[in-house]
């Protein structure tokens, strides 16, 4: 009996508790970033910061045990995310953004370092720190050019992004230019099709031109009727 209760506890002990991340380990590598996001968002980004932090520590255990340096990588920008929820514009959040920027380059990561690098202007741009932003924009699209936006995963989405920060700040040029990138550059798996062509639409009109913006204005009315309709 005494032995049975060693036993137990014993095996009790060396059990591992189970990480919210474990999933992560059924996905190919090139998904594992962004399920990895929804997870702690759907998770760990509203609960206190020792628990959010003791997963994310999990998850770059995990990302190191399966040898994915892109996803070791992402945590800190994970950590980023978590304290600019909770903390709004903050030093911590700015620290974890520089740190995934050089992890990136550590591991010879150019995608990611250009990813995080927008990440970062993104950061500055919620909290209206708009010439920072652009500054740490124009280098996230300088290095997504020199790597070649066909060889960058969602590279419609950062163009769409970009886009619309320069329509924000009334470069219009630079904004119909990276939008009419990331129409041709459309995934249909997360189609910004209707978003992109709206933007297209609204530039050429600030611009003046009448006949181009009309002509994105009824190709996003198609791309909004033809999503309603699926």
């Known amino acids: 009996m005494f032995l049975a209760i060693i036993l137990f506890i014993s095996a009790d002990v060396s059990s591992p508790t189970p990480s919210l991340f474990d999933a992560l380990r059924e996905r190919p590598a090139a998904e594992r970033i962004m399920a990895a996001r929804d997870i702690y968002k759907a998770n760990l980004r509203k609960v206190d910061s020792a628990s959010a932090f003791q997963e994310l520590s999990r998850l770059k255990t995990l990302a190191v045990e ?22 709004g514009f903050n030093d911590l959040s700015l620290r974890y953004y520089n740190e995934a920027i050089k992890e990136a380059r550590r591991f010879n990561l150019p995608v990611r370092v250009a990813v995080q690098t927008y990440k ?35 590279i419609a989405f950062y163009l769409l992004d970009l886009s619309n920060f320069y329509y924000k ?36 009109q600030g611009m003046g031109d009448e006949d181009e913006a009309l002509n994105y204005f009824f190709k996003a009315l198609k791309a909004a009727e033809q999503k309603h309709d699926s």
Request: charged share 30%.
């Open 66 to 87: 399966l040898d994915d340096r892109a996803l070791e990588t992402s945590v800190y920008d994970l950590q980023a995310d978590y304290f600019s929820v909770n903390r």
């Open 169 to 204: 700040v009334g470069d219009l040029e630079t904004s119909r230019t990276l939008a009419r990138e990331a129409l041709t550059r459309n995934d249909p798996k997360e189609d910004h099709e209707l978003n992109i062509t709206n933007t297209i639409a609204l530039t050429s």
């Open 120 to 154: 970062l202007g993104t950061f500055y741009n919620t909290f209206g720190k708009l010439a920072q932003a652009n500054r740490y924009f124009v280098e996230s699209l300088d290095q997504f050019r020199e790597i070649g936006f066909d060889n960058v995963p969602r």
